[in-house]
């Protein structure tokens, strides 16, 4: 017997086989059942046997991580001819009588069964060995080792796929938590270069410039425009996904709630002023919600009509608040979209890849879902030949939950 620097594989073999706890109940009981006083469970490969727990009341002198000599094992001709052996009394036996193993280790009654993982692969054997004769060549005995083993093969599987969860559920936190720490950093830093920028693109439209110049400043002003709502949907998808959600300050007005939808409009201008935009407004009842979110909401669906919208055909949207209801549609002209794609539009960072939507992040539409529910409303969506709309829909009542 021996010990030896192991493997990280057959170190890990040896805890999975430590982290069952029926394992010593396991050896206790064949111990109990066939008056043998050893029993173990070995790691047999192809060069090595190796004890990953024992059962020893003889003093045999295994414990876990030690070793035998391969070659001096009967587990290694398990392990090549892969079928149980079992041996009552090796004196009398005509096959054991003169094998070097009994003699060498020193035992008359002997019993292993072969443990196999669900692959197939030959992972050791649980075995027995006692100075004495024992009754072995029974159906109990039998049916007691192959139920152990399988019981065995069994756990060592399932720890190995807990193992293998935990390992990439880990991973997929730590990927999580860098993107959405990313994506929050990256949103925070550009929200102050981006607001210079508009305002400096603000004052050079005031000063007594020649055309093409303030045409590249309208273009600037159009830009930030742009990229400040690229910001709010990454930010608002970040503190989505670290637990915040979409936080809603509610209020009751109106007249404050139109002046918001026609100043989406008037940005949306800035950045494309040659697109018609219509819209209609019927506010009978009086809304309760948040005007920035519905505000956010609608300049993600007027973006997405104008991407994907014909662009010589108007973009028209019907605002009402009736009987309860408060209804927001944005209807476009456009190429119908494909059922496939139907079920993923809500979904964050999907993109249809067309050629007019390269640069998008895929976001708007998701953003503008969960503003939707965060009002405890939602969003539909109806494509047909030549036109699309978009419709948000919610209760015309106080939102107790907020997401």
Request: charge should be negative; hydrophobic fraction near 35%.
């Amino acid at each position: 017997m021996y010990k030896n620097t192991l493997s990280p594989d057959l170190n890990n073999d040896i805890e999975n086989i430590a982290q069952i706890g029926a394992i010593p109940s396991i050896l206790n009981v064949i111990c109990r059942t066939t008056g043998m006083k050893f029993s173990a469970i070995a790691r047999v490969t192809e060069d090595k046997w190796i004890t990953c727990m024992s059962q020893d009341e003889i003093n045999f002198g295994l414990n876990t991580g030690d070793e035998l000599v391969l070659e001096t094992t009967i587990c290694n001709e398990i392990r090549q001819h892969h079928s149980p052996v079992i041996i009552e009394n090796a004196v009398e036996s005509e096959i054991f009588c003169n094998h070097p193993t009994p003699a060498h280790y020193g035992f008359k009654s002997y019993i292993s069964y072969p443990i196999f993982r669900k692959d197939g692969r030959f992972f050791g054997t649980l075995c027995a060995i006692d100075p004495e004769p024992a009754k072995l060549e029974n159906q109990e005995t039998k049916e007691l080792f192959e139920l152990y083993t399988q019981l065995i093969s069994f756990h060592l599987d399932a720890i190995e796929e807990i193992k293998e969860l935990s390992s990439n559920l880990k991973e997929e936190r730590q990927i999580a938590e860098l993107r959405e720490t990313f994506i929050a950093i990256l949103g925070h830093d550009l929200r102050n270069p981006v607001g210079t920028t508009r305002m400096c693109a603000d004052i050079l439209l005031q000063l007594e410039l020649p055309e093409l110049a303030k045409r590249q400043a309208r273009t600037i002003k159009a830009t930030s425009y742009r990229m400040q709502g690229l910001i709010d949907n990454l930010l608002d998808f970040a503190k989505g996904h670290l637990g915040d959600g979409i936080i809603l300050e509610l209020s009751e007005d109106n007249k404050a709630l139109k002046k918001a939808l026609n100043q989406v409009i008037t940005e949306i201008r800035t950045i494309d002023p040659d697109r018609i935009i219509q819209l209609n407004i019927n506010l009978k009842d009086s809304v309760i919600c948040d005007h920035n979110r519905i505000c956010q909401l609608y300049s993600n669906l007027l973006g997405n009509a104008i991407k994907h919208g014909t662009s010589n055909k108007p973009i028209i949207t019907e605002v009402s608040s009736i009987n309860g209801q408060f209804n927001l549609m944005v209807s476009n002209s456009g190429d119908r979209i494909p059922e496939d794609k139907m079920i993923s539009l809500f979904k964050p960072f999907f993109t249809t890849n067309s050629a007019n939507n390269k640069s998008g992040l895929g976001l708007g539409l998701y953003i503008s879902s969960e503003i939707a529910k965060a009002h405890g409303g939602n969003m539909n969506v109806k494509s047909i030949e030549d036109n699309t709309k978009f419709t948000f829909s919610m209760p015309n009542k106080k939102v107790v939950s907020i997401v």
